[in-house]
């Protein structure tokens, strides 16, 4: 259907942008930018727990749901990267976590995989 169909469409966003940044700043010493990534994170997670009934409610919306799925684990994981930052807990191999999220078929990407995987890496060498 041409409704699953995606010609070409920009990983960029705004908001992703901002996550680098501050992936960066705490790279750099900033250490307040892990409560600004934690702050995202959860409204993220509010906006994905408000529309889970309506992604949940049809055939169509299957696909979306699905990804929707992924962005939770993907919140999981990112604020247990950030717990590890912050030395609360050591969790092997959650770097290698965020990438299965992605696979390589997808054509909708979680792009925010990528910044939080350097972050772990960051904080664990």
Same mark, same amino acid.
């Given at each position: $259907? !041409?409704?699953? /169909? ?12 901002? !996550? ?5 700043? /705490? ?22 727990? &408000? ?6 409610? %049809?055939?169509? !919306? $299957?696909?979306?749901? &699905?990804?929707?799925? $992924?962005?939770?684990? /993907? ?11 912050? %030395? ?6 959650? %770097?290698?976590?965020?990438? /299965? ?10 792009? %925010? ?8 890496? $960051?904080?664990?060498?």
């Amino acid at each position: $259907a !041409l409704d699953n /169909f995606v010609d070409y469409l920009a990983v960029e966003s705004h908001a992703i942008r901002q !996550l680098n940044n501050w992936v960066d700043d /705490f790279i750099n010493g900033d250490k307040t930018a892990l409560d600004k990534i934690k702050s995202q994170l959860n409204l993220w997670s509010e906006a994905l727990s &408000a529309s889970d009934n309506l992604l949940n409610s %049809g055939d169509k !919306l $299957a696909l979306v749901h &699905a990804k929707s799925i $992924a962005l939770t684990q /993907f919140i999981a994981l990112s604020l247990n990267v950030i717990a590890h930052c912050q %030395g609360q807990t050591t969790t092997p191999m959650l %770097g290698n976590d965020l990438l /299965f999220l992605q696979p390589l078929t997808d054509e909708l990407v979680i792009a %925010g995989i990528y910044p939080m995987r350097e972050l772990y890496l $960051a904080c664990t060498n």
